[in-house]
């Protein structure tokens, strides 16, 4: 098992983490902390594998997902307390998640034959979208909208990771540089408070 | 036709008529009560199928479907206020569909070859993503992240029919049986306002 | 390349404008400017093909679809002040979109061999779907449900296709009289405020 697997493993996780917080918000029981945990943690790679036509999808193939995702929820319930205060631990494993989500949403797509530009959206779908069906779920307006730089950072570290792919064998070494590229990006965003233009800003 | 099928008819005029009432709250027109019970009908079995990959989809495939929501639709137009009253009656109605969708989805999952446990995740899916998709269209909160035992009567259910499947032959026995149970814990979750906790009460 | 091409092309621009246009109110950034707009623009083709399961899906094949979303987005950005005004114009563009959309979705869903009532629901979904998951993932109850006939004039353009296409050879022709008839709709009907009847009004 590779780097990527065991980074695919503790994005899962902690997306599942953050999907249960998520549903505690909004008063949902366990049956909907679950959904939205799962929902959140392979939701993204769901829309991706459906838009794809990539049949059979990787949570119908392999238990492991469902597993993960319960041992999420229920650590949630257990340990809220210690939890909810990990503010930086969390942002650090769910910016891995996001870099990982993308760099294996657009190899899978790359194997489909299609164009860099479509991988490189089929990862960024696949690392945002689990957070935006969520939202969307709990009737709220996806916070990726209109909040920092989220979906930008896996478009630029998707083309690095295509730009890598030219130079270095080591897949390893390409995962770990992506994303201590989406990570510096997520970093440097929130100090310098940088966002995308809104369109009113324009006029 | 056995009476799966009979049942499979009966849940689509019922969730047909849960999706018109809902569209009537809403005050939409005809074609987004149409939309409303369509989505409610039919959307937990194409969510599960865009799932599998299992095409054509059976609302695709035979004109039935669509003819028994329009009527269910027509029928709520016409006959709101005796229908709206009926609410021990449409209890009853819906909760054999959420039973009979759990088994239909369960079954068509298992041909798929997956693992029984996704198996009665895609039953799940197909019994209360109908509404789960009228309430995120009507935006609200979908009710089943909140209230009563609903999709966990789906999970038990689902679990009682495989155990059944290895002891009896009979479908319509195995149907009927696994029915009344999820007509039972429906009401014994109701009698004794038995709900599952909630992630802030484990704090 | 044919007039359906073209409009098409049409269609797609004024989709991504709209949906541009709807980001700004919400006060998404550019990157949720352009995810609106690629819904509006992709979105009920996306359903469509879904449905079928039609894969590949046009977008992922053909990157002109991603190029003109990008070009709407950025136009809606840099002119948003010129455009704004324009309602009327929006409006014609926006009603030969819907009816371009119509027919294709109507002519590809054939191709699938599909009963035709099914392929003119499979023109309506790809007409106005966009719409309705742009509003969805805007926190909006989609408008299609309550306001003038639009799904309608998709309906009714999708029967009048059908019966041209008996009569008639020349698609350019097939589709500038059923483009014409849908507009002529939804002129007449704002005209007239009809609108569909509302399940209360009926009691």
């Known amino acids: ?114 164009h860099p530009i479509i991988a490189i959206m089929m990862g960024t779908i696949s690392a945002v979208f689990g957070g935006v069906l969520r939202d969307t779920f709990s009737n709220e307006v996806p916070l990726i909208f209109r909040k920092e730089i989220y979906a930008t950072a896996c478009i630029l570290g998707g083309f690095l990771f295509l730009i890598l792919d030219n130079y270095l064998n080591s897949i390893n070494l390409k995962v770990i540089i992506t994303i201590l590229f989406v990570i510096s990006i997520r970093i440097i965003a929130i100090r310098f408070k940088l966002s995308l233009p809104r369109i009113e800003n324009l006029n």
Chains 1, 2, 3 share one sequence.
Do not use: H
């Not at 999808?57 to 041992?71: E, K």
């Open 1 to 114: 098992m590779n780097l990527l697997s065991w980074f695919d493993l503790v994005g899962t996780f902690v997306f599942a983490i953050s999907g249960t917080l998520a549903a505690a918000e909004k008063r949902f029981d366990f049956f909907g902390a679950v959904f939205a945990g799962f929902l959140t943690a392979v939701g993204g790679g769901t829309i991706r594998d459906v838009l794809l036509g990539a049949y059979p999808l990787a949570w119908v193939q392999n238990l492991n997902y469902l597993y993960i995702i319960i041992t999420g929820v229920l650590t949630t319930f257990l340990l809220k307390k210690y939890i909810a205060p990990l503010r930086k631990t969390m942002f650090l494993f769910d910016t891995i998640g996001i870099g990982v989500f993308t760099i294996i949403g657009l190899q899978k797509a790359l194997t489909f034959g299609v």
